[in-house]
């Protein structure tokens, strides 16, 4: 895909203050008050779930100790083949190999991945007696990999895990190494599989789908080409916003989902201007784990509904999707719960004490649309391929979809139809 950018605007991030020891930055500011926002009325307990996490230029060294420590012998190694034509498999391998494993490399998930591929991963898996998933790419080979793990286990259908914790069996241990900026697949509890038969997106979600470890190394991202660079930023930003005023927040989440925001929002633009500038690069692969461990606790709405029906039908890339639809969404919600886009409208500059809550959800839809705009992507689901014909079959599938579950206000399938329409 090939997408058309505006030139990019003149901005400067507000970093905020460093992390001893660390070399991350937390914007500043976020909310605006020397406290965070309060979560669900009425929490008291809140679960967080998360992988060991390995992070930092230079990391993917420590794939091969990492995978050893899980008691690999005969690792698979999940990638795709545009992978294949960068220094990071090879590097990868050699790694594994000086640790004294035997990698199996199957490289044939393409995006969006498939049922039927998944099946041919399992059964490559199980011809080699594999033991440990690698995977090493973006949120399609990681979602492929998981895919495996679930069939390694309890064998059958990728198709019949549709849902909340279908798995019945402990899943073989994973690692996963991002090669993007924007899927938080790596931290994530979701799978997210394309139906063939039905050109649509299965949602599996399930605590045993948490990587094991996750080995984030920003080198990776310095060979994405521009556009899917765009489209997993924006990805990232979806994933922060509606984890944040999902039903399902709470304090941990919010925490993550507004410096995921900040990030992407400080640091997309440059990032893909100057691929070879570290900080940029550095501070989108931290929004990608941040917004990640966000979504994968607090899950997300209707943006991603809608979305994965999308994806499905016509085979798109996920994020550039949810830069269309994500406008829209935020103005839909912020209609009924204005209240929690403040914080959001703080982490992109766009308020200040005493904004009133109406103004900032609007702000933070245009900004959302402004940013899409800077790197490209097209204003309407019509220039991606949809039609009106398209429209009721997408709402009635989005209405199954499991991410709507959490989205702040309730729609209804008419309200989902005029949504697609409005994006078109």
């Not at 549709?162 to 931290?187: F, H, K, L, N, Y």
């Not at 004490?353 to 702000?363: R, Y």
């Not at 839809?365 to 309407?380: E, W, Y």
């Amino acid at each position: 895909m090939v997408l058309t950018r505006r030139p990019a605007p003149s901005r400067v991030a507000d970093d905020g203050g460093a992390w001893p020891g660390t070399g991350l930055t937390q914007p500043a500011g976020l909310y605006g008050a020397a406290t965070p926002p309060p979560g669900p009325e009425g929490l008291t307990i809140a679960k967080f779930h998360a992988p060991e996490i390995m992070f930092g230029e230079g990391a993917l060294s420590e794939a091969g100790h990492v995978a050893a420590r899980l008691g690999a012998r005969r690792p698979m190694l999940v990638t795709d083949a545009g992978l294949l034509g960068t220094p990071w498999v090879d590097e990868l391998i050699g790694h594994l190999r000086a640790a004294g494993l035997t990698p199996t490399v199957w490289a044939d998930p393409t995006p969006n991945p498939k049922d039927h591929e998944i099946a041919a991963g399992h059964e490559r898996y199980r011809e080699a007696g594999c033991d440990v998933i690698m995977g090493l790419g973006g949120g399609s080979v990681i979602d492929a990999g998981k895919g495996v793990a679930l069939l390694a286990a309890n064998g059958g259908d990728i198709l019949d895990f549709e849902g909340v914790d279908r798995s019945r069996q402990p899943i073989p241990p994973m690692v996963m190494i991002p090669s993007t900026a924007g899927t938080g697949a790596d931290v994530s509890q979701f799978c997210i599989v394309t139906d063939t038969t039905h050109n649509t997106k299965i949602t599996i979600i399930g605590r045993t789908l948490v990587p094991d470890v996750s080995v984030t190394d920003p080198r990776l991202l310095t060979t994405m080409p521009d556009w899917l660079a765009a489209a997993t930023g924006l990805d990232a930003l979806t994933h922060g916003i509606e984890a944040f005023v999902s039903k399902a927040h709470n304090p941990l989440t919010d925490h993550h989902a507004l410096n995921s925001i900040a990030l992407v929002h400080g640091n997309l633009v440059r990032s893909i201007d100057e691929p070879g500038e570290r900080s940029s690069r550095m501070l989108m692969a931290q929004a990608s784990l941040e917004a990640g461990l966000a979504f994968t606790n607090a899950i997300l709405g209707a943006a991603h509904a809608m979305s994965h029906q999308v994806g499905g039908l016509l085979d798109l890339p996920h994020g550039v999707i949810n830069g269309v639809l994500l406008p829209h969404v935020v103005r839909f919600n912020a209609r009924a719960h204005p209240g929690r886009y403040v914080p959001i409208a703080r982490a992109l500059g766009l308020a200040s004490e005493g904004t009133p809550p109406e103004e900032a959800g609007l702000a933070v839809a245009d900004q959302v649309r402004a940013l899409a705009d800077d790197v490209g992507v097209p204003k309407g689901l019509g220039e991606l391929g949809v039609t009106a014909a398209h429209l009721p079959v997408l709402a009635r599938n989005t209405l199954h979809d499991a991410c709507l579950a959490t989205n702040p206000r309730a729609a209804d399938v008419a309200e989902i139809e005029a949504l697609f329409r409005a994006a078109l």
